[in-house]
């Protein structure tokens, strides 16, 4: 068979509703200024799906140091990879600054938080070792994981949140690295994207009195919103210093491109000098090693943008329980709103034409195999740019879907898809 046939005729899982769904719930544009109301489709939105945390997109400091560092530097410079001719001080500096704020010891800069976190998890582990990650680990982890060079049999799932499940798995885990020689790599997420749940940090760091391992977390959701100091949920569950491996992504509370791995001096010095994909790859352009320390100025030093937050956070998750919505049990600022009954892709998707074109709220929404089959997850982000208005408003507006499901409207108006599909 011809490749380019085989793709075409198999667009995959999501790609096989590109038909109704491209450009409007699939590579969607939203234009405007970036924050609360955006324009979709030549209207005015209260947009609820980006993961500006704290507002900084548009922060007029950011701007600022954003634009003179792109009119000092350009965006080429520096040219090449660190390791050949991209280094600067500058660099160091945000470095040393990022792995200050996390507590730890030293910190490394990636060029993309996706990329960078699959080559930390490849790097540290070799066919000797053993990954022992949660069951609701974030794509870009189980991709790291999949370059695991044991491959299968070199990595075992925990139940998400399940410490007892952990311990099993952690007994496997060491019966065989007894055989093989190796180690073994914890890997969870501070705070899960989809379901807010925070990972239980403390009680995995309790592990290591039972068991030798060492823990690997992504918090990409976590890091400028969790923790009295925003330093991320290991500051939130008071366990920094058992945490061996922190990362986080630019693309959430920092607003920006890229990301970092802290941990001790010589852990960071060998990823340096073995994470390939930073090896070979061009240094993070200088705007955005500016900027990132502009922001994470911003951080340290103006919490009432993260009190902001989390004023809209409550208000947001209190009004929704107390109305009766299932939000599950996210105690982060990612809000699910779960919508149960025998719901398929079609109604899904009558549903959110609703929302957008007659309640002007943009979120995104999410179905099978993210949730289970009949469930519809709706996923709303708020940030500190959002007001308790645009909050009282998007709960009412919610109460009115939640109607016209049970009423089976949006299963009614989703027979005009199918023909599209046929």
Same mark, same amino acid.
């Given at each position: 068979?011809?490749?380019?046939?085989?793709?075409?005729?198999?667009?995959?899982?999501?790609?096989?509703?590109?038909?109704?769904?491209?450009?409007?719930?699939?590579?969607?544009?939203?234009?405007?200024?970036?924050?609360?109301?955006?324009?979709?489709?030549?209207?005015?939105?209260?947009?609820?799906?980006?993961?500006?945390?704290?507002?900084?997109?548009?922060?007029?400091?950011?701007?600022?140091?954003?634009?003179?560092?792109?009119?000092?530097?350009?965006?080429?410079?520096?040219?090449?990879?660190?390791?050949?001719?991209?280094?600067?001080?500058?660099?160091?500096?945000?470095?040393?600054?990022?792995?200050?704020?996390?507590?730890?010891?030293?910190?490394?800069?990636?060029?993309?938080?996706?990329?960078?976190?699959?080559?930390?998890?490849?790097?540290?582990?070799?066919?000797?070792?053993?990954?022992?990650?949660?069951?609701?680990?974030?794509?870009?982890?189980?991709?790291?994981?999949?370059?695991?060079?044991?491959?299968?049999?070199?990595?075992?799932?925990?139940?998400?949140?399940?410490?007892?499940?952990?311990?099993?798995?952690?007994?496997?885990?060491?019966?065989?690295?007894?055989?093989?020689?190796?180690? #073994? *790599? /914890?890997?969870?997420?501070?705070? $899960? +994207?989809?379901? @807010?749940?925070? &990972?239980?940090?403390?009680?995995?760091?309790?592990?290591?009195?039972?068991?030798?391992?060492? #823990? *690997? /977390?992504?918090?990409?959701?976590? $890091? +400028?919103?969790? @923790?009295?100091? &925003?330093?991320?949920?290991?500051?939130?569950?008071?366990?920094?210093?058992?945490?061996?491996?922190?990362?986080?992504?630019?693309?959430?509370?920092?607003?920006?491109? @890229?990301?970092?791995?802290?941990?001790?001096?010589?852990?960071?010095?060998?990823?340096?000098?073995?994470?390939?994909?930073?090896?070979?790859?061009?240094?993070?352009?200088?705007?955005?090693?500016?900027?990132?320390?502009?922001?994470?100025?911003?951080?340290?030093?103006?919490?009432?943008?993260?009190?902001?937050?989390?004023?809209?956070?409550?208000?947001?998750?209190?009004?929704?329980?107390?109305?009766?919505?299932?939000?599950?049990?996210?105690?982060?600022?990612?809000?699910?709103?779960?919508?149960?009954?025998?719901?398929?892709?079609?109604?899904?998707?009558?549903?959110?034409?609703?929302?957008?074109?007659?309640?002007?709220?943009?979120?995104?929404?999410?179905?099978?195999?993210?949730?289970?089959?009949?469930?519809?997850?709706?996923?709303?982000?708020?940030?500190?740019?959002?007001?308790?208005?645009?909050?009282?408003?998007?709960?009412?507006?919610?109460?009115?879907?939640?109607?016209?499901?049970?009423?089976?409207?949006?299963?009614?108006?989703?027979?005009?898809?199918?023909?599209?599909?046929?």
């Amino acid at each position: 068979m011809d490749i380019f046939e085989k793709v075409v005729n198999n667009m995959g899982p999501l790609g096989s509703y590109h038909k109704i769904g491209h450009h409007y719930f699939s590579f969607p544009k939203l234009t405007g200024e970036l924050g609360p109301y955006m324009n979709f489709n030549g209207k005015r939105m209260l947009n609820w799906s980006l993961n500006n945390y704290l507002g900084l997109a548009n922060h007029p400091e950011v701007r600022e140091a954003d634009a003179q560092a792109s009119a000092d530097y350009g965006l080429a410079y520096p040219m090449g990879a660190r390791m050949m001719s991209g280094n600067s001080d500058l660099h160091e500096e945000f470095e040393r600054q990022l792995a200050e704020f996390v507590g730890k010891e030293d910190a490394f800069l990636l060029n993309y938080g996706y990329q960078g976190v699959m080559s930390i998890i490849e790097c540290m582990v070799d066919h000797r070792d053993i990954i022992v990650y949660d069951a609701e680990c974030h794509a870009c982890l189980i991709d790291g994981i999949r370059l695991h060079k044991a491959k299968m049999g070199a990595y075992y799932k925990f139940n998400h949140n399940d410490m007892g499940s952990l311990r099993k798995n952690l007994e496997r885990a060491t019966k065989k690295v007894a055989e093989t020689g190796g180690g #073994i *790599l /914890v890997i969870t997420e501070g705070v $899960f +994207g989809m379901s @807010g749940k925070v &990972g239980s940090l403390d009680e995995i760091v309790a592990l290591k009195s039972d068991f030798n391992f060492r #823990i *690997l /977390v992504d918090d990409a959701h976590g $890091f +400028g919103t969790m @923790g009295e100091n &925003g330093r991320g949920v290991h500051e939130h569950l008071n366990c920094i210093e058992g945490i061996d491996l922190y990362f986080s992504t630019f693309a959430k509370s920092m607003a920006a491109i @890229g990301g970092f791995v802290a941990a001790p001096k010589e852990i960071i010095m060998f990823l340096k000098y073995n994470m390939r994909s930073q090896t070979y790859a061009k240094a993070l352009p200088m705007p955005y090693v500016i900027g990132g320390m502009k922001r994470l100025e911003l951080i340290k030093n103006h919490p009432e943008l993260r009190e902001k937050l989390w004023e809209n956070v409550r208000a947001l998750q209190d009004g929704f329980r107390k109305r009766g919505f299932d939000i599950g049990d996210t105690t982060s600022p990612v809000t699910p709103v779960f919508l149960h009954g025998e719901y398929d892709v079609l109604t899904a998707t009558s549903l959110i034409r609703d929302l957008r074109e007659n309640m002007g709220i943009f979120c995104s929404i999410v179905v099978y195999p993210v949730v289970p089959k009949g469930q519809i997850m709706l996923r709303i982000i708020p940030t500190s740019a959002h007001t308790l208005e645009d909050v009282e408003y998007t709960m009412n507006q919610f109460e009115v879907v939640q109607k016209r499901l049970a009423e089976g409207f949006y299963k009614a108006q989703a027979e005009q898809f199918k023909s599209v599909l046929a």
